[in-house]
């Protein structure tokens, strides 16, 4: 593809990559299984499992449905829970059966279980037991009709008693050694479907992106090729705080480190922010991932910044926009760059990274991946001067098919020449480096004005008394919308005219917040991105 809005291509980067390295996820699976069998492939509060037994459990999995259930392949399993060592165990195993994956959050409410069962027509479960409750509620609803429970220690040496569910079989005896099932392998192609990943639904419904193992599969050998200088097979160890149902870390730390033969050390409560940083201090990490907020709050921890960072390669920040205070400071912290990406669900997600070696650039998303082209579009349609801020096009082998059973809503964002339309504005530099400006449907309009909330947040957070910041717009009878700051303060004594002050330092007049609201803490997504809906005058009635 060519690529237009690069002078020069980064030396020994390849500007393609094949998509085809491998027919399938299950493939790589089975490939690193055998070559790094006696490594460990995850590990989950302190109990390792190598990557031998992955590979036999997971069989075990596929051997237990395809014996004992009328589970086919090409029907839906939704897997709902959090970084525990039973659902990469799930995903490989529904992937040998054949099966589509329906990445659940095990966070939902009963009406949004209900809508993404019902939406992808999942037939099966695989749930972690405290949410089991929920599903009660609403499986009648829908065609779920195999259910699997699992627990948080369901492979450890000595497991908790599983929690009893009725008509529910327990994980820990679907992954059992058992002769009596029998194992079959199902052959699977590129094409067809590996996951049903929904949207994270902060715009709207939620919807399937149909992601093919072709897709996912090529953003794996994107992501690696963009940065395999840093990677050493079978020797790195990544911290994966995210959730396995996020498209991030679905990718990026769990299919592409197993490609890799990496170690993924699951987290499965990074709230629980003592936990996670006595984790930290004993990983020997070499890559680690999250997001904004998560960098935030360890950056700003004692405990955490007594850590041996020696070890750690790269930090990569994704799902939301990593703020350059909290950039600062994190080097600061750890001696080691927070890099920063950029992707959606409907690609995979990866489509734009800085480079792990050095060269990145605090405030950009990067550079486009191989095999990827990125264009700014206006409101017409056409592609906007260099230096202006456009909606990115994007177009490659990881953009989704479509959304599943949506044509309307697939032909709102998909041209039919293959470009995705992201709903996310950016400028890019001379040079190929892109910088997220806003979403679209964030855009705050002040007299005719655009006014990108990133902007004004990163300012207010910049102040040394501001922890988090929100920025929406609301309705004035003079200029349409003015710009109103929702701030959590780090330190008590910050007042509303000293914020000001400060925003009049860096901020143009319209820019400025005409309203701002202190509170105690910001309504967040499970994995820390900031809901501005939720924090608009209206978000009761939209809840």
Request: with cysteine; glycine share 6%; proline share 6%.
């Amino acid at each position: 593809m060519e690529k237009t809005w690069l002078k020069q291509y980064p030396a020994g980067i390849p500007t393609e990559i094949n998509p085809d390295k491998y027919k399938s996820v299950k493939d790589l699976f089975e490939l690193s299984c055998k070559k790094f069998s006696d490594n460990i492939a995850f590990e989950s509060m302190g109990v390792p499992v190598t990557y031998k037994d992955f590979n036999r459990l997971a069989h075990n999995f596929a051997a237990y449905i395809q014996t004992n259930t009328n589970l086919k392949p090409g029907d839906r399993i939704a897997l709902q829970m959090p970084n525990i060592l039973s659902y990469p165990v799930a995903i490989y195993g529904s992937m040998l059966a054949g099966l589509v994956i329906v990445n659940t959050n095990p966070l939902y409410t009963a009406r949004e279980m209900e809508h993404q069962f019902k939406d992808s027509g999942a037939t099966a479960i695989v749930l972690f037991s405290p949410f089991a409750p929920i599903l009660k509620a609403i499986v009648a609803n829908t065609a779920i009709k195999i259910v699997i429970i699992a627990e948080a220690t369901d492979l450890f040496p000595t497991p908790a008693a599983p929690m009893p569910y009725d008509g529910g079989l327990s994980f820990r005896d679907v992954v059992a050694d058992n002769t009596a099932n029998k194992f079959t392998p199902v052959e699977t192609k590129s094409s067809d479907i590996a996951f049903l990943q929904y949207t994270g639904g902060t715009t709207g419904v939620s919807k399937g992106a149909v992601l093919t193992h072709r897709n996912v599969l090529a953003n794996v050998e994107q992501t690696s090729t963009l940065n395999s200088i840093r990677v050493i097979e079978g020797k790195e160890i990544i911290v994966t705080p995210l959730p396995l149902y996020h498209i991030f870390s679905l990718t990026v730390n769990l299919i592409g480190f197993i490609a890799n033969g990496g170690k993924d050390i699951l987290i499965a409560n990074p709230r629980d922010l003592p936990g996670f940083v006595k984790t930290l201090a004993t990983s020997k990490a070499t890559f680690l991932t999250g997001v904004n907020t998560l960098f935030n709050s360890l950056a700003h921890d004692e405990e955490f910044k007594k850590i041996d960072f020696s070890n750690l390669k790269a930090v990569i920040g994704g799902a939301t926009s990593i703020q350059k205070p909290v950039a600062d400071l994190w080097k600061k912290v750890t001696g080691t760059a927070l890099v920063e990406g950029y992707g959606l669900t409907e690609t995979s997600p990866v489509v734009t990274c800085n480079k792990i070696d050095g060269t990145e650039r605090v405030g950009t998303i990067g550079i486009p991946l191989p095999s990827t082209d990125v264009k700014l579009m206006d409101e017409d349609n056409n592609e906007v001067p260099q230096g202006e801020p456009g909606e990115i096009w994007v177009k490659g082998p990881q953009v989704m098919q479509g959304y599943y059973n949506r044509p309307d809503e697939t032909a709102k964002v998909m041209t039919a020449d293959g470009w995705l339309k992201t709903g996310d504005i950016a400028v890019v530099s001379e040079d190929g480096y892109f910088k997220i400006v806003d979403r679209k449907k964030d855009m705050i309009i002040v007299s005719g004005f655009n006014v990108y909330p990133n902007e004004v947040e990163e300012v207010v957070a910049s102040h040394y008394k501001v922890m988090e910041a929100a920025c929406i717009g609301i309705e004035d009878e003079k200029s349409g919308e003015v710009v109103k700051i929702f701030v959590v303060k780090k330190d008590a004594s910050l007042t509303e005219a000293e914020l000001l002050e400060h925003c009049k330092q860096f901020l143009t007049g319209y820019k400025v917040p005409k309203a701002i609201e202190f509170r105690d803490d910001l309504p967040k997504t499970p994995i820390g991105k900031i809901l501005r809906r939720m924090l608009r005058p209206d978000a009761a009635t939209k809840a």
